[in-house]
């Protein structure tokens, strides 16, 4: 079964550009999560969709990020535009069940890894 | 709100010592506990978990154990090995809430 996969695995932008990452969550996973760690801090949560409907974007940091899951598949999280403190490695995560349990387990994609100068 | 506080390191520890990494948290209801590692050049994995009080995770020779008296969930293992070397993250998740909340991670360097 394949794991989580993103897309890409780096990308170096100037402040001011747009940036799109993707995240393939595993087959039939209804919650897909985004997080992400600045260099030097804990990994915060941005956001969970259920299927293709948000539900918690608590975690967004502001209006220049845009999360989408068209179809309840694939996510893209849209940088626009960049500032320099948005550097840092964006995780992506999915689980099975739409009602999910409190121990139940996030599987974790590789990261993509921002750096704007 | 939810926070776990970890030793950030790095922990340098030659090769059979024995590994211990603090965890400790504030939670509200009965949170599940996890450590993740992150070995070089990969993604997070799942190292082991503990879904209730006394519950004891234990993966690949790591163990750790879910104290709620503490609010602690100490990860251990009695001989480290140079391929333990990674990131390791302790995280809990609180009931009624779906996101992930993790320590600062504790890097683990194991040498020869």
């Known amino acids: 079964e394949a794991g989580v996969t993103q897309f890409p695995s780096h990308s170096v932008i100037e402040k001011g550009q747009t940036v799109t990452l993707r995240c393939d969550p595993i087959s039939g996973h209804d919650n897909l999560y985004w997080y992400r760690r600045v260099m030097g801090k804990e990994i915060k949560f941005l956001l969970h969709?259920?299927?293709?409907?948000?539900?918690?974007e608590s975690g967004m940091p502001n209006n220049r990020f845009l999360a989408e899951r068209t179809g309840g598949t694939y996510s893209t999280l849209k940088v626009q535009p960049a500032e320099l403190e948005d550097s840092g490695v964006y995780f992506c995560a999915s689980s099975q069940d739409a009602l999910a349990f409190v121990g139940e387990t996030q599987y974790f994609g590789p990261g993509t890894r921002l750096l704007v100068l | 709100g939810d926070s776990v506080t970890q030793m950030e390191g790095p922990v340098t520890l030659s090769e059979e010592a024995f590994l211990t990494i603090n965890c400790t948290y504030t939670?509200?209801?009965?949170?599940?506990l996890f450590w993740y590692v992150q070995y070089p050049g990969e993604g997070l994995q799942l190292l082991l978990k503990?879904?209730?009080?006394?519950d004891k995770g234990s993966n690949k020779g790591f163990e750790a154990t879910y104290r709620k008296e503490t609010t602690s969930f100490h990860l251990e293992k009695g001989s480290v090995q140079v391929s333990d070397s990674a990131v390791y993250f302790c995280a809990l998740r609180s009931g009624g809430y779906q996101k992930v909340t993790f320590g600062i991670g504790t890097k683990l360097q194991v040498i020869p």
């Open positions: 939670a509200t209801g009965y949170p599940s």
């Open positions: 969709f259920v299927k293709e409907s948000k539900q918690d």
């Open positions: 503990a879904t209730k009080a006394d």
